[in-house]
């Protein structure tokens, strides 16, 4: 398996932008996460889903963020308008099982997001 | 709720010497405790895991951990260090609802 692919590696983009970094999961897993990793706040949650359906958001920064999971296989992270404190890395992740807190997540090598 | 505390942002040692990563934690539950590593500009690795079997944990790379309830501990053991364990290094706790708490990390650094 190629594991979990991200795309784009990097993106710059200018301040008012809209930036969208996708996500396609690990083959047969039902639970995707998206992480925000920062210097100044370390690893942050932003969403998870199960079964393609959203079940936390609370993470999500504000409204300016959205995310999707039309299926199993693709999740998409949209921010608009982009902002300079949005630069940091977004990680997707997955992971095969229900909403019991023990199965281990694969992450994606991540998306390098620069604002300008 | 439930949290996380690495105990040190940075741990320095000597090729060779041991190296102990102190994670403690807080949970209403009975946790499910996590170490991953994260080796720069990549993504995050698991290395470890306990979900309430065995309290010693053996992970990859010769690392393990182990489940002290009565010190809410989960602290990240190796016994020599490689120049290839630099990295980051994460403890994270997980309760019944998949919400996973990522400590702050700690930064190992190995001398040679």
């Known amino acids: 398996d190629a594991g979990v692919i991200q795309s784009p590696r990097h993106e710059v983009t200018e301040m008012g932008q809209e930036v969208t970094l996708r996500c396609k999961p690990i083959?047969?897993?039902?639970?995707l996460f998206w992480y925000r990793q920062t210097m100044m706040r370390g690893l942050e949650l932003l969403i998870y889903?199960?079964?393609?359906?959203?079940?936390?958001d609370s993470g999500m920064p504000e409204d300016r963020f959205s995310a999707k999971m039309p299926n199993a296989s693709f999740s998409t992270l949209k921010i608009q308008p982009s902002e300079p404190r949005d630069s940091a890395v977004y990680f997707c992740?997955?992971?095969?099982?229900?909403?019991?807190?023990?199965?281990?997540?694969?992450f994606g090598p991540g998306t390098r997001l620069t604002v300008t | 709720a439930q949290s996380v505390t690495q105990l040190d942002s940075h741990v320095s040692v000597s090729e060779g010497t041991p190296v102990l990563l102190r994670c403690n934690y807080s949970?209403?539950?009975?946790?499910?405790l996590f170490w991953y590593v994260q080796h720069p500009n990549k993504g995050l690795q698991l290395l470890l895991k306990?979900?309430?079997?065995?309290?010693l944990v053996k992970g990859i790379n010769g690392f393990e951990a182990e489940f002290k309830k009565s010190e809410t501990s989960f602290h990240l053991t190796k016994p020599s260090a490689h120049m290839s364990d630099a990295a980051e290094y994460f403890c994270?706790?997980?309760?019944?609802?998949?919400?996973?708490?990522f400590g702050a990390g700690t930064r190992l650094t190995v001398k040679p």
């Open positions: 992740a997955s992971s095969f099982g229900g909403l019991a807190g023990d199965y281990e997540q694969y």
């Open positions: 083959s047969g897993h039902n639970s």
């Open positions: 889903f199960n079964n393609n359906v959203p079940i936390d």
């Open positions: 949970s209403s539950y009975s946790p499910s």
């Open positions: 306990y979900t309430s079997a065995a309290t």
């Open positions: 994270v706790v997980s309760d019944l609802s998949n919400d996973m708490r």
